[in-house]
C-alpha cells in the first residue's frame, strides 16, 4: 500500500514557476513508476509526465515538453514536478499516482494522492 501526498500548488503569474512534491509513503516506492496528472474545472483527468523507477526513463505530454521537469528522489521517497514558464491553460488540480506495473497505462497506475490546485493568471 502506498500513500501519496501533494503540495507546493499555488496561484502564480503566467511565465513564473512552480515545483510540485509528492511524498509517498511506504517501503515499496523506490521500485514504482510514478506520474503526474492534472485536470482542468470541467474537463477529464489527462496525463502530464511520468518516471521510471530507477529515473532513467522520462515522459512528458506535448503540452509540457520543454517546460516541464519530473524526477525523483527515492531516498527521500518523493517525486516532484518542475513547472517552468507556466501559462493559463495550466490551470488544473495536479494529481500524483504510482503505477505499481510500471506499464504507464492509465489503468496501471493503481495509487493517487488527493491532489493540488495550480492556478495561472494571465
Known amino acids: 500500500q502506498v500513500q501519496l501526498v501533494e503540495s507546493g500548488g499555488g496561484l502564480v503569474q503566467a511565465g513564473g514557476s512552480l515545483r510540485l512534491s509528492c511524498a509517498a509513503s511506504g517501503r515499496t516506492f523506490s521500485s514504482y513508476a510514478m506520474g503526474w496528472f492534472r485536470q482542468a474545472p470541467g474537463k477529464e483527468r489527462k496525463f502530464v509526465a511520468a518516471?521510471?523507477?530507477?529515473?532513467?526513463?522520462?515522459y512528458y505530454a506535448d503540452s509540457v515538453k520543454g517546460r516541464f521537469t519530473i524526477s525523483r528522489d527515492n531516498a527521500k521517497n518523493t517525486v516532484y514536478l518542475q513547472m517552468n514558464s507556466l501559462k493559463p491553460e495550466d490551470t488544473a488540480v495536479y494529481y500524483c499516482?504510482?503505477?505499481?506495473?510500471?506499464?504507464?497505462?492509465?489503468?496501471?497506475?493503481?495509487?493517487w494522492g488527493q491532489g493540488t490546485q495550480v492556478t495561472v493568471s494571465s
Open positions: 499516482a504510482a503505477d505499481p506495473a510500471g506499464t504507464y497505462s492509465p489503468h496501471s497506475y493503481n495509487y
Open positions: 518516471i521510471s523507477w530507477s529515473g532513467t526513463s522520462l
